[in-house]
């Protein structure tokens, strides 16, 4: 069982900035893409960002772009650059290891298998 450990959230003002990181305990398999979905109370979770195993191929939601960037310099981390931080980013932020994307667009069936991490918490205050 793949196991997943997000860092780095916590309450900012908006403008502000955040770096959250995530550690797996070992990989899925060696294509595995990672990534970054959010959920805030009473909404459902939704996609944030992934990249795929090599770190080359990227995709974002529409609500992140341009302000969040997402990187993976090893193959068990990834991390998820928070910039102009919004009221309506808050949320808990899960990483995900073993999502089944390579390149182009993202589809949420492609993280129907994946592991996930316990959550970290982002509060961005107005």
């Known amino acids: 069982q793949v196991q997943l450990v997000e860092s780095g959230g916590g309450l900012v003002q908006a403008g502000d900035s955040l770096r959250l990181s995530c550690t797996a305990s070992?990989?899925?398999?060696?294509?595995?893409?990672m990534g970054w979905f959010r959920q805030a109370p009473g909404k459902e979770r939704e996609f944030v960002a992934v990249?795929?195993?090599?770190?080359?191929?990227k995709d974002y939601a529409e609500s992140v772009w341009g302000r969040f960037t997402v990187s993976r310099d090893h193959a068990l981390t990834v991390k998820l650059q928070m910039n102009s931080l919004k009221p309506e980013d808050t949320a808990m932020y899960y990483c995900?290891?073993?999502?089944?994307?390579?390149?182009?667009?993202?589809?949420?069936?492609?993280?129907?298998?994946?592991?996930w991490g316990q959550g970290t918490q982002v509060t961005v205050s107005s």
């Open positions: 070992e990989r899925t398999s060696t294509r595995s893409a």
């Open positions: 990249i795929s195993w090599n770190g080359v191929d």
């Open positions: 995900a290891e073993g999502i089944r994307y390579l390149r182009g667009h993202f589809s949420s069936h492609m993280a129907l298998t994946a592991n």
